[in-house]
């Protein structure tokens, strides 16, 4: 039965391998492109919109909208506020800035809550002497914390509402939480009775595009989310929106401003369009046609690997970010004698290269301890995830056959 299943994608293969033989043959090989020429290898996205493999692919409506903002010249200042505008119609929040990542709202959110819009205290950061300073940091310190500090500020960690409640004092800047569901209505209580302003990091929190008008709803001073992941946006954006006092502050604080500590972090004229254009975009996209799109290409993988004997498949969908129909692939790599890491390794190694999620990360410093300054050693993980999102069409074919043929080697070796 299950070969039956993938009996068209089988043939797709054959045809699609025939095609590139003959294409090769004629001098038009369809992988040559401007990242070839230099010498650097495209990859087949199979983990998701991770920063070090570029993000996600902007919609064709953003590539566009960035190709006319390009021809004319504007004032920054202005189109930001013009920007933050439009982002109140689309969100229901007071206002919103585009900035440099979900990183880059982080430090600008913090400047703000810290130095406010005095021109004096501007120009002070990252010295804050005099300022409130402290950022109360709930679940405690995380890869991505440096776009808190380097603004100056002190980190405080805490661990649970009561330290929350307990840690808040006259230098608290502002609250600083990723918790979503219960926990975040709970701690945005606490930070309305203490009367502190919270940021919410919810870099991955598009899809679904509803979280854009929740948190507003929900009257939280400030959220981000990246405008290179979900959004599919230009890679080096993000959106910060809530309040219009603290993102006029975030503005001031930022380029183009000369002295702002964030000056660094500029986005540019077409980068402010597009992210705009890509969450305009989400807003009016079908997300349960573009989910069955999603889900039917990881399905497409996993018929092919399911001819495997011994290996065991299923399709979810995270609840935590990233949320897209996801291909979870496992098998006893005990008894095979191939691990999660060797089967990782080995797609990374071949032509074209394939990326999925797997025990390592790449892109991370190696010094960085997060979270609970005592943590549980991370269990390896007994599977590996292919996230749909990052898939391009087609790609699945690719894909499939290629850990078909890394899994049924290493199920015939384990088996002679």
Same mark, same amino acid.
């Given at each position: 039965?299950?070969m039956?299943?993938?009996?068209?994608?089988?043939?797709?293969?054959?045809?699609?391998?025939?095609?590139a033989?003959?294409a090769?043959?004629?001098?038009?090989?369809?992988?040559?492109?401007?990242?070839?020429r230099l =010498?650097?290898?495209?990859?087949?996205?199979?983990?998701?919109?991770?920063?070090?493999?570029?993000?996600?692919?902007?919609?064709?409506?953003?590539? &566009?909208?960035?190709?006319?903002?390009?021809?004319?010249?504007?004032?920054?200042?202005?189109? &930001?506020?013009?920007?933050?505008?439009?982002l109140?119609?689309l969100?229901g929040a007071?206002s919103?800035?585009v900035?440099?990542?979900?990183?880059?709202?982080?430090?600008?959110?913090t400047?703000?809550?810290?130095?406010?819009?005095?021109?004096? @205290? #501007?120009? &002070?950061?990252?010295?804050?002497? =005099?300022l409130?300073?402290?950022?109360?940091?709930v679940?405690?310190? !995380?890869?991505?914390?440096s776009?808190?500090r380097?603004?100056?500020?002190k980190? +405080?960690?805490?661990?649970?509402?009561?330290?929350?409640?307990?840690?808040?004092?006259?230098?608290?800047?502002? $609250?600083?939480?990723?918790?979503? %569901?219960?926990?975040?209505?709970?701690?945005?209580? +606490?930070?309305?009775?203490?009367?502190?302003?919270?940021?919410?990091?919810?870099?991955? =929190?598009?899809?679904?595009v509803?979280?854009?008008?929740?948190?507003?709803s929900m009257?939280?001073?400030?959220y981000?989310?990246s405008?290179?992941?979900g959004?599919r946006?230009?890679?080096?954006? %993000?959106?910060?929106? =809530?309040?219009?006092?603290?993102?006029?502050?975030?503005?001031l604080?930022? !380029?183009?401003?000369e002295?702002?500590?964030?000056?660094?972090?500029? +986005?540019?004229?077409e980068?402010?369009?597009?992210?705009l254009?890509?969450?305009e975009?989400?807003l009016?996209?079908?997300?349960?046609?573009?989910?069955?799109?999603w889900?039917?290409?990881?399905?497409?993988?996993?018929k092919?690997?399911d $001819?495997?004997?011994?290996?065991?498949?299923?399709?979810?969908?995270?609840?935590?970010?990233?949320?897209?129909?996801t291909? @979870?692939?496992?098998?006893d790599? &005990?008894?095979?004698?191939?691990? #999660?890491?060797?089967?990782v390794?080995e797609?990374?190694?071949? @032509?074209?290269?394939?990326?999925v999620?797997?025990?390592?990360?790449?892109?991370?410093?190696?010094?960085?301890r997060?979270?609970?300054?005592?943590?549980?050693?991370?269990?390896?993980?007994?599977?590996?995830?292919?996230?749909s999102?990052? #898939?391009?069409?087609?790609?699945?074919i +690719?894909?499939?056959q290629?850990?078909?043929?890394?899994?049924?080697?290493?199920?015939?070796?384990?088996?002679?």
């Amino acid at each position: 039965m299950k070969m039956l299943a993938a009996a068209p994608l089988l043939g797709q293969i054959a045809a699609r391998d025939l095609y590139a033989q003959t294409a090769s043959a004629v001098g038009k090989d369809p992988r040559q492109n401007v990242y070839t020429r230099l =010498g650097v290898k495209t990859v087949i996205n199979c983990r998701g919109t991770w920063t070090y493999l570029s993000g996600s692919l902007e919609f064709p409506e953003v590539r &566009q909208a960035q190709v006319e903002a390009a021809q004319h010249f504007v004032n920054v200042l202005e189109l &930001q506020r013009a920007v933050g505008r439009r982002l109140s119609e689309l969100t229901g929040a007071e206002s919103g800035i585009v900035t440099s990542g979900a990183a880059g709202a982080m430090a600008a959110a913090t400047a703000a809550c810290m130095a406010g819009a005095d021109d004096k @205290n #501007i120009w &002070q950061l990252p010295d804050t002497t =005099g300022l409130k300073h402290e950022v109360t940091m709930v679940g405690g310190r !995380s890869a991505f914390d440096s776009a808190i500090r380097l603004t100056g500020a002190k980190l +405080v960690l805490v661990y649970s509402e009561e330290e929350l409640a307990n840690a808040i004092n006259e230098n608290t800047a502002m $609250i600083y939480t990723t918790h979503l %569901g219960e926990k975040l209505q709970r701690e945005l209580a +606490v930070a309305k009775d203490r009367k502190v302003p919270m940021l919410l990091d919810d870099a991955a =929190g598009i899809p679904p595009v509803e979280n854009a008008k929740l948190y507003a709803s929900m009257g939280i001073d400030l959220y981000c989310f990246s405008g290179g992941k979900g959004l599919r946006g230009p890679q080096c954006s %993000g959106l910060l929106l =809530g309040r219009k006092d603290l993102i006029e502050a975030a503005l001031l604080n930022s !380029s183009p401003r000369e002295g702002a500590v964030c000056r660094p972090m500029k +986005v540019g004229k077409e980068e402010i369009i597009g992210c705009l254009t890509a969450l305009e975009t989400w807003l009016k996209l079908d997300e349960k046609k573009l989910y069955a799109e999603w889900n039917a290409r990881v399905n497409r993988v996993r018929k092919l690997v399911d $001819i495997v004997p011994g290996v065991t498949t299923d399709i979810h969908v995270p609840e935590d970010g990233n949320r897209y129909p996801t291909l @979870n692939v496992s098998w006893d790599q &005990q008894a095979w004698g191939f691990t #999660i890491a060797d089967c990782v390794r080995e797609l990374r190694a071949g @032509n074209p290269i394939i990326e999925v999620l797997g025990p390592d990360n790449p892109s991370l410093v190696t010094a960085v301890r997060e979270g609970n300054p005592n943590p549980k050693q991370p269990k390896e993980p007994d599977q590996i995830e292919l996230v749909s999102m990052t #898939i391009k069409p087609g790609e699945e074919i +690719v894909v499939g056959q290629r850990l078909r043929a890394l899994l049924s080697a290493a199920q015939k070796k384990k088996a002679s």
